[in-house]
């Protein structure tokens, strides 16, 4: 390795290791290139939008030990970058991350940062729901885009609800952002909201089976929903309607089971949004829509 000296060396490096070993990228990145930049920056403690004059700096020797000893772990145990690292970054924002959540990558970030215009006026935004929060990142990143709304985010398990106290902390957001431990709305009677958000497990057994080592590094628990994916998304739509205000939202992911749902569905309206970005099968649904389609969604 004596030849390896700059930090542009090792992003090479680590991005040939990576594809070497067929290393899956898509916690956060998109390719090897991406996700070895990304590794090599963490361990110098450098940010994605340093001048690029930096790439021809020299590396210590400590520094040199602890890229290859985190890259290893990366390839051999195909443990996803951001639980090596201990966070990921969603909606422009940092948060902790452990085995006990899922690793942020969602493109509801996008509606976030748009603030879910035009489906929500703003100012009438007073109460949002992030329904199976994890790490609690969508919660969280609302509260940034609606400084004065009240915000419940919830999980079924008590770990991760552990995780997402600590990114209310470390966002200092605590005074508006509550974390409750609930079975999806079982926690939640009597509260009404104008967006109820959600990412919640919607992976088939079919779609588990084939999904790369890293998948199943994250918690079953976040991600697989029965044989067909669908098992707590239909919850979510039998109940979502008393929860919500007159003029609510719903708004929820189901990644590749979208096909699956709309046609379940096939009477439902369901409106699917197209990313700038990336990432498809999120839909809304207002709360009159839910209301007129209540029979539907009947189990």
């Known amino acids: 390795m004596d030849n390896l000296t700059t930090l542009r060396d090792y992003v090479r490096y680590c991005a040939s290791q990576l594809l070497k070993k067929n290393v899956f990228s898509g916690h956060g990145t998109e390719n090897a290139f991406d996700e070895a930049y990304a590794l090599v920056l963490h361990v110098l403690h450098l940010p994605f939008d340093m001048p690029e004059v930096y790439l021809g700096a020299h590396i210590t020797a400590e520094e040199q030990a602890q890229i290859l000893a985190l890259l290893k772990r990366r ?108 079975d999806l709305f079982d926690a939640l009677a009597g509260r009404k909201y104008d967006l109820i958000v959600s990412n919640p497990p919607y992976v088939s057994e079919t779609e588990a089976a084939a999904l790369p080592p890293e998948y199943h590094k994250e918690p079953p628990l976040g991600l697989l929903a029965g044989k067909a994916g669908l098992d707590v998304v239909q919850r979510i739509l039998e109940q979502a309607r008393q929860y919500l205000t007159p003029h609510g939202v719903l708004v929820v992911e189901v990644g590749a089971t979208a096909d699956v749902l709309a046609e379940t569905y096939p009477n439902v309206p369901f409106m699917w949004f197209d990313f700038e970005y990336g990432g498809e099968g999120v839909f809304l649904l207002t709360a009159e829509q839910l209301e007129n389609y209540a029979g539907e969604f009947k189990q």
């Open 75 to 182: 390839v051999d145990e195909r443990m996803p970058l951001p639980y090596l690292m201990g966070y990921a970054r969603f909606a422009g924002l940092d948060f902790t991350v452990t085995q006990d959540v899922l690793i942020p990558r969602s493109p509801i970030a996008e509606l976030i940062e748009s603030q879910f215009e035009p489906w929500l006026e703003v100012d009438k935004v007073k109460r949002i729901l992030d329904l199976c929060t994890g790490s609690g990142c969508i919660g969280i990143a609302c509260a940034y885009a609606f400084s004065d709304a009240s915000i419940d985010i919830t999980d079924i398990s008590y770990p991760a609800l552990e995780v997402a106290n600590k990114n209310i902390e470390n966002h200092g957001c605590d005074a508006q952002v509550s974390a409750i431990l609930s």
